[in-house]
């Protein structure tokens, strides 16, 4: 049987047309998801990754713990650096905790039905970004620096996006502080990679940017 | 006064997931210290924080977590060593401690040791009761 030149080149086309079409089609949908303890700082990182690429925040930071109560979606995120781009929705997941007392609010100065409104808006937001794990393609855990990596939190976090074989990087925030300890946190997971930064100032926040696009092969 | 319970890991053996959290939970809410011989699998780990939270209310405010695994971050022939004791005998080795948030306020762990932090006046007020 003779084939055309012109089948030939069709049918090349459409090879392509679809090995690039799955490509970007996955590209698309490449989910990178924040987690992490309260106040570790995954949206004020979720803000500066959308200030620097978007030109606009994504949420609001308070030091009140579990400020984020809600999944918080950003989609289509091109990054670029040195020619290659990164294209995700960023996911800011409230903070993973293994107790929630509104009374803690209400000693910050919350009344007592704001404090049981948030404390129960919290309880909520725990248990979604658990069951969130499961939809991520790469997980960005970010730590407070000044604060002890051991915790069981951290752990069970890391613990369990190990078991899925989703990819990880560990942010080690708020380096900008004395108390900080990048080498601690280095210590605590010696198998992953660390990034010490200061989201709120952006430190070293290019080199966050590099590990993500190793990270994203 | 503080009660430690211990619960050894064959006690927990043949329950599922959810006994298992169910277990454990249980004996956190009256107030007790469970210490678990071994550990749960981190899904599992995941779930009892989800449990938790799905169970707080004015009286049971969480728990505090900790995991004593020493051999975990081990290589080469002591890791290939410890997982295939994990596989035949299951992740007994080790220790877990839930406390409940009303009574540990903290638990500090490095990986030489542990320390338990207690609200004093909810461990009065306890003994009182």
């Not at chain 1, 002890?148 to 939190?153: E, I, K, L, T, W």
């Not at chain 2, 780990?45 to 989800?50: D, G, M, R, S």
């Not at chain 2, 406390?99 to 306020?105: C, E, I, M, W």
Request: aromatic share 6%; hydrophobic share 40%.
């Amino acid at each position: 049987m003779k084939v055309g030149g012109g089948v030939v080149f069709n049918l090349l086309k459409q090879f392509v047309k679809k090995v690039l079409g799955d490509l970007f089609a996955k590209k698309k949908h490449v989910k990178i998801g924040l987690y992490g303890p309260p106040n570790g700082g995954k949206t004020t990182l979720a803000n500066r990754i959308c200030k620097d690429w978007l030109g606009e925040e994504m949420g609001t930071v308070s030091n009140i713990a579990h400020e984020t109560r809600e999944i918080n979606i950003k989609e289509q995120i091109s990054i670029e650096s040195k020619g290659r781009q990164l294209s995700f929705n960023l996911v800011d997941t409230p903070g993973i905790a293994t107790k929630i007392d509104y009374e803690d609010f209400v000693k910050v100065g919350m009344s007592d039905t704001a404090a049981k409104k948030r404390a129960k808006e919290a309880t909520k937001g725990v248990i979604d970004a658990i069951k969130w794990l499961d939809e991520m393609d790469i997980v960005i855990v970010v730590l407070d620096g000044t604060k002890d990596p051991y915790s069981q939190v951290n752990i069970t976090i890391i613990g369990n996006l190990q078991a899925r074989k989703i990819p990880v990087l560990i942010i080690a925030n708020k380096i900008d502080l004395r108390k900080a300890s990048l080498k601690k946190v280095q210590s605590a997971f010696p198998q992953y990679s660390v990034v010490g930064i200061s989201a709120k100032y952006g430190k070293n926040i290019e080199e966050f940017y590099e590990s993500l696009f190793v990270l994203a092969g | 006064m503080v009660t430690l319970q211990f619960v050894p890991y064959t006690e927990i053996e043949s329950l599922s997931s959810i006994g298992r959290i169910r277990k454990l939970l249980n004996i956190t809410k009256q107030n007790k210290i469970v210490l678990l011989q071994g550990r749960l699998r981190s899904d599992e780990e995941a779930e009892l924080i989800k449990t938790t939270m799905e169970e707080i209310n004015k009286d049971f405010t969480g728990i505090e977590l900790a995991v004593i695994s020493p051999h975990r971050d081990t290589t080469g022939v002591k890791k290939l060593k410890y997982n295939v004791m994990n596989m035949v005998l299951g992740d007994r080795q080790g220790l877990t401690i839930i406390g409940p948030a009303s009574l540990v306020k903290q638990i500090k762990k490095d990986p030489h040791k542990i320390e338990l932090f207690m609200d004093q006046k909810k461990i009065r007020k306890k003994g009182k009761r």
